[in-house]
């Protein structure tokens, strides 16, 4: 995939899920804060085991493809 159409998808993505608003919103909070991803991830999970969090994401599969 190249970065051009990673953005395209990424942009998407957002406007399907939070509409074209709060994805503008989101956009502009990440592009004026900084923002470490991979520090998020691990503070967003750090309270679920491995397992509960295998059994979320399973479920999220799971309900994304019905």
């Known amino acids: 995939m190249t970065d051009f159409e990673l953005r395209t998808t990424a942009?998407?993505?957002l406007i399907k899920n939070l509409g074209i608003i709060e994805a503008e919103r989101f956009i502009t909070l990440?592009?004026?804060e900084p923002f470490d991803y991979t520090k998020w991830q691990t503070?967003?999970?750090s309270?679920?085991?491995v397992d509960e969090l295998f059994i979320a994401a399973s479920n999220l599969?799971?309900?994304s493809t019905t």
Do not use: G
Request: no cysteine; glycine share 0%.
């Open 11 to 13: 942009i998407d993505i």
């Open 61 to 63: 599969k799971d309900n």
């Open 30 to 32: 990440i592009l004026k």
């Open 43 to 45: 503070d967003l999970y």
């Open 47 to 49: 309270d679920m085991s």
